[in-house]
DNA sequence: CAGACTCTCTACCAATTGGTAGAGAGGTCT
DNA sequence: AGACCTCTCTACCAATTGGTAGAGAGTCTG
């Protein structure tokens, strides 16, 4: 199965969007990493807030296939949380870019509320939906799956930035010594702040 | 001690590089919004990566500064540590443009290596000068700076980010939140990932 | 008052940007 | 062969960008 050209458009604005940013990318530099011109990539999508939104809708298709095939293994309740979670998160190191792109979709105004809504809600949306049945069914503890939600993706963005920071810091990433070290860390930061306001 | 012309651009330029982006943000829009012209801006920078460069100056003499207060006030050991951690929160918490600052430094070609090495090194130099101190006088246990300090700039930055998701996502940010739902989804997260690879 | 200095402006420029128009190459179907 | 379709190209454009040149207004100094 050749990669299609599109295909390679889309590898490559993820790669330019996530590392180097959406603004900064312009379709020439784009299209010179790829060897074509970039009328071409006017040809393959109507513009360039256009190639922007298709690679969101492109990794959200991954973060729900990853999703759902973590979601059909048959466990329950907190190992299923734990599942997906490991899941995403091999997405994450695997693919730094994404979290930069992540970052650049939160970036205010980057995205239209309405695509925003068109194409992360789902995401959210079925992320919530998991978390609401696995409570009616007894598997989690029962609170408000908005704000376990909110826990879990912010955590995901927060300990994804520390792995990119280390990176940037020319330190080899490691999933498991950020999250140990955090866990020692966390438990100093909430002694530091818990008698202030 | 009215606020010079230079300083309004300077304010303006850390709201609008630590939300909007360095690179989307142009000089036209940056004196739009002051009800000047750009090349007022030009007048008193020569270049637009020099109003960059200003800001992030600006923000390690905040830093510096806060830094020192907290570091003269008798303290040692943990508490010293504590103070100042709880101390550049209290910066960031504020001034949440300043986590929008530091993404954009540590973004890929934002900066000249030798900028950085001029403008941030200082700052955590500082830092682990003074980690090493600590260790040295036995106020703290003794183990590698480099990595302590890693550790705790990392962990700024991830709970940071935490804070700017929330607050993205229109729930109020609390610190005090953060870090208690940090700590338990942390203890989760750890037996998530701990026995994988 | 004369001159210098500080500051903000108008006018302009070269480069880059996203985007359009349309030609041409290559293949496929009838 | 001829019409059609897919794809990539050359050529071009309007708008925006960062930046320069220099005039003019105000203030301070002699």
Sequence with gaps: ??????????????????????????????????????QTILYYFPSKQAVFEAVIDAAAVDLVKAFDEEASRGLVGL????????????????????????????????????????????????????????MDAGHLRRSDPEMLLLSLYSTVVGVATELEVQRAMGLPPTLRGTVARRQELTRFLRAALEPAD
Aim: hydrophobic letters at 45%.
């Design 1 to 38: 199965m050749a990669e299609t050209t599109r295909d390679r458009i889309l590898d490559a604005a993820l790669r330019a969007y996530g590392t180097e940013g959406f603004a900064v990318t312009s379709l020439d530099a784009l299209a010179d990493q790829l060897g074509i011109r970039k």
């Design 79 to 134: 190992d299923q949380v734990e599942a997906i979670v490991r899941r995403v998160f091999r997405l994450a190191v695997a693919q730094p870019e994404l979290l930069g792109l992540i970052r650049e979709v939160t970036r205010p105004g980057s995205l239209s509320a309405d695509r925003l809504a068109t194409q992360i809600a789902p995401v959210l949306d079925r992320a919530r939906d998991f978390l609401q049945r696995e």
